[in-house]
Antibody
Framework: QVQLQESGPGLVKPSGTLSVTCAVS??????????WTWVRQPPGRGLQWLGE???????TYNPSLDGRVSLSVDMPKNLFTLRLISVSAADTAVYYC?????????????????WGQGALVTVSS | DIQVTQSPSSLSASVGDRVTITCRAS??????LAWFQQKPGKAPKSLIF???SMQLGAPSRFSARRSGTDYSLTITSLQPEDFAIYYC?????????FGPGTRVDVK
């Protein structure tokens, strides 16, 4: 059973750095079949894709974050991490980690299949 | 960025109704479209990938199809646990983008 579990600070001060970790169980971060993804949802609003990281550290980010985001993987601990710098109240959201890919096919079958339960991060002084 | 629209933005329905939600992308995404269900206070749940393929565990009353540039999700007989917000997402071209969601509530 694949499970993803976020852990985050809960509260971050404006202009500070937000860091959320996603621990993965039931699957290996080192797999070549999956990308490890972050999505956020501001209170009462829709979903925004933030970026994803591959097992070899290759990353793709949403340009709307203006270069403030970085993703990394920790193979020995089987987890991946989102880091967002220079945060403001607009970054207040539930941050979800997710797995995207498929074990047995390529191409259009590679969508998000599993999600974490989400971590609320509030940016406030 | 590819813009993804959904219609309607909300609908009211009764248990047993047939419900259809439509999603459209601003560029050709060639079936790289997924559907998700989200209930209040919960994480999204994956329902459909590749426009019409069921994720493991998705109930069989959910189905999806592509017709030209329109992608649709249909619930054949709405159940009480289906009242939720439904999102589509294109994953063909970065940055991946979600539709704004369709809220399905009780009539």
């Amino acid at each position: 059973q694949v499970q993803l579990q976020e852990s985050g600070p809960g509260l971050v001060k404006p202009s500070g750095t937000l860091s959320v970790t996603c621990a993965v169980s039931g699957a290996s971060i080192n797999s070549r079949n999956f990308w490890w993804t972050w999505v956020r949802q501001p209170p009462g609003r829709g979903l925004q894709w933030l970026g994803e990281v591959f097992h070899d550290g290759t990353t793709t980010y949403n340009p709307s974050l203006d270069g403030r985001v970085s993703l990394s993987v920790d193979m020995p601990k089987n987890l991946f991490t989102l880091r967002l710098i220079s945060v403001s109240a607009a970054d207040t959201a539930v941050y979800y980690c997710a797995r995207r890919g498929h074990e047995h096919c390529t191409g259009d079958c590679r969508s998000i299949d599993y999600w974490g339960q989400g971590a609320l991060v509030t940016v406030s002084s | 960025d590819i813009q993804v629209t959904q219609s309607p933005s909300s609908l009211s329905a009764s248990v047993g109704d047939r419900v259809t939600i439509t999603c459209r992308a601003s560029q050709d995404i060639v079936n790289y479209l997924a559907w998700f269900q989200q209930k209040p206070g919960k994480a999204p749940k994956s329902l459909i990938f590749a426009a019409s393929s069921m994720q493991l565990g998705a109930p069989s009353r959910f189905s999806a199809r592509r017709s030209g540039t329109d992608y649709s999700l249909t619930i054949t007989s709405l159940q009480p646990e289906d009242f939720a917000i439904y999102y589509c997402q294109q994953y063909k071209i970065y940055p991946f983008t979600f539709g704004p969601g369709t809220r399905v509530d009780v009539k």
